[in-house]
Structures are given as C-alpha cells and as structure tokens.
C-alpha cells in the first residue's frame, strides 16, 4: 500500500520536450517509474528516447492519457502556460496532477481553483518537489518518482512524509533512510498560498494507509494549515506523529522564500503553529536535524 501513487501508476509528463522536464522524465524513468506519454503542443508524433525507453509524445493531454492509459500528470511547463496546463489535464479526467512549476501568477492559481470545484482532480502544487514512492527493488527503485525528488535517497519503509518544502523534504527523508526507516509514500505539497491539497489532506490519507505506521509532517510560517492539521489530528490521528516548523527565526513580517510564508494579522506564526502541535501529541522536532529522532521519540511513547 501507499497513498496517491504507487509502481503500477502510469504518468505522462506535460512539458517533456524542455531542458528540465526532459531531465527529471530521464530520471523517473531510470528510477523505474511507468512513464507511458509526453505532452508538448506541436510535437506530437515524436518520440522522446532514454535508456531504451521509447515514450511517445502527444499534442494533447487527452490523447495522451487516452491512448497510453496515463492517470497522472507531471506538469513542468513555464509559469504563464501553466494554469492552464493544468486545467488541460482536469478536462482530461486525470486522478492526480502534480504540478512543479514556480511562479504561477496568484490570479491563474485562483481561477484555476475555481475550475477545479467538483473535478475527479486531485492537484498536488505548485512551486512542489512532488511524490515519491519508493520501490521494492534494489536501492528501492521499481517505484514511482513524480517530480524533481533525488529517487537514491529513499527507501521503502512505512513512514510518511508531508511537507511545505522541497529541501526539508529530502532532508527528513535521508535521515529517515539513514536510521532504517523507509518511506511509504514522500509528499510535497508545495509552498504557494493557493495549492491543491494541503497537509491535513495528506495526514487524512496517511492514517488511513495500513502500511504507513508514522507520520512526519513539515510546515513553515504563514498560513494556518498546519494548526487546522494539528487540531483534526488531536482528535482523530492513530499514528504516531513528528513535525518541524521552519522559519522560527525570521523578522516579523518578512516574507521568507516562498510565497506562503508570510505571517499576516498576527496568525501563522512558528510560535502558534509549534503550540497547536504540541496540544495534538506531535513530537516536535527543535531543529532540521532532528526530524527522523523527533518521530524515533514519538513511536517509543
């Protein structure tokens, strides 16, 4: 088991034809990832080779998904085309669009929410790393890498991982695989003030997951999010928990990195997001470090 996605997933890559889509495409499928389809306006009919893989190119996503059985999109289109790329892969009745991208404007992002109001579309993004989930081969590849997430680093194991970060991401997970605990499924949900799916969406799934056995989850200041997890948790989470709040340290009022970071009215604060953790029974990691020991702490309890 795992959440969102697993080895038998089929993936199309919506921008494979770029200098970065093409990369992290060569790289999913060298980390045995199904990639069936790519999706660049205008170049369908190509072939995009690696490794002796041969995956065929569409002009659009609906012939992709139709023709390959694709149910997952991998979006790396620029920031002015990807709105609407992503509503591309809704009107194609995809289960999951996972999209990269950084920078979307914030008017494309609200107008894109609105249209995805009662879609089948689950949207992981943007401004996200993506979804690993490990697999049971050597060195656990055979699984699924969605995104621009190092596949070495990742080890098949029962813990699920949620972030707002990509590098604290890859940071939990490396400690996780280093301690000998792998990973379920690796969430990254993106750092942007309108997304898709947000932490408690993640949480909710992970405690449903029969493999998943804890959970760590990595917030930021800015936004509330994390506090509404935390209160869903207190309530209702049967697996033990661990989470990290970054941006402890930064100037009141100061936008930090991404574009959700920022504490307004008051509210978002690392303080008030830590407090409402700790209410919930999360073992609270103090520094970036302590992320996999904070979740060792918490399953001992």
């Given at each position: 088991m795992s959440i969102l996605v697993n080895e038998n997933t089929r993936i199309l890559v919506q921008g494979i034809t770029g200098s970065f889509g093409a990369r992290h495409a060569q790289l999913s499928l060298d980390y045995g990832t199904k990639?069936?389809?790519?999706?660049?306006?205008?170049?369908?009919?190509?072939?995009?080779?690696?490794?002796?893989?041969?995956?065929?190119?569409?002009?659009t996503v609906e012939e992709a998904a139709r023709q390959t059985g694709a149910t997952?999109?991998?979006?790396?289109?620029?920031?002015?085309?990807?709105?609407?790329?992503?509503?591309?892969?809704?009107?194609?009745?995809?289960?999951?669009?996972?999209?990269?991208?950084?920078?979307?404007?914030?008017?494309d992002m609200m107008r894109v929410r609105a249209a995805m109001e009662g879609s089948r579309t689950r949207l992981i993004g943007p401004n996200c790393p993506g979804i690993v989930t490990p697999g049971t081969g050597k060195d656990s590849?055979?699984?699924?890498?969605?995104?621009?997430?190092?596949?070495?680093?990742?080890?098949?194991?029962?813990?699920?991982?949620?972030?707002?970060?990509?590098?604290?991401?890859?940071?939990?997970?490396?400690?996780?695989t280093s301690r000998g605990l792998g990973q379920s499924t690796c969430v990254g949900i993106g750092g942007d003030p309108i997304n898709g799916t947000n932490h408690l969406d993640v949480i909710k799934m992970f405690n449903e997951d029969p493999e998943t056995e804890g959970?760590?989850?990595i917030g930021e200041i800015g936004g509330t999010n994390e506090e509404q997890a935390a209160e869903w948790v207190k309530a209702h989470c049967r697996k033990p928990m661990a989470g990290f709040i970054a941006g402890a340290t930064a100037p009141p009022g100061r936008r930090m990195g991404h574009a959700?970071?920022?504490?307004?009215?008051?509210?978002?604060?690392?303080?008030?997001?830590?407090?409402?953790?700790?209410?919930?029974?999360?073992?609270?990691?103090?520094?970036?470090?302590?992320?996999?020991d904070a979740l060792i702490r918490a399953m001992k309890r």
């Open positions: 990639l069936v389809a790519g999706v660049t306006p205008g170049k369908g009919g190509q072939v995009f080779e690696h490794g002796g893989h041969k995956v065929p190119i569409f002009d997952v999109s991998c979006i790396f289109v620029p920031p002015a085309f990807a709105g609407d790329a992503i509503l591309e892969g809704v009107g194609a009745g995809l289960d999951l669009a996972v999209c990269i991208t950084e920078g979307i404007p914030v008017m590849h055979g699984g699924c890498r969605i995104g621009i997430a190092p596949g070495y680093i990742h080890k098949r194991g029962s813990i699920g991982v949620v972030s707002r970060s990509g590098t604290l991401t890859y940071e939990a997970v490396w400690q996780l959970i760590i989850m959700g970071a920022i504490v307004s009215g008051g509210k978002g604060t690392a303080a008030a997001k830590q407090a409402a953790m700790e209410e919930a029974g999360i073992e609270i990691a103090a520094t970036p470090s302590d992320m996999a």
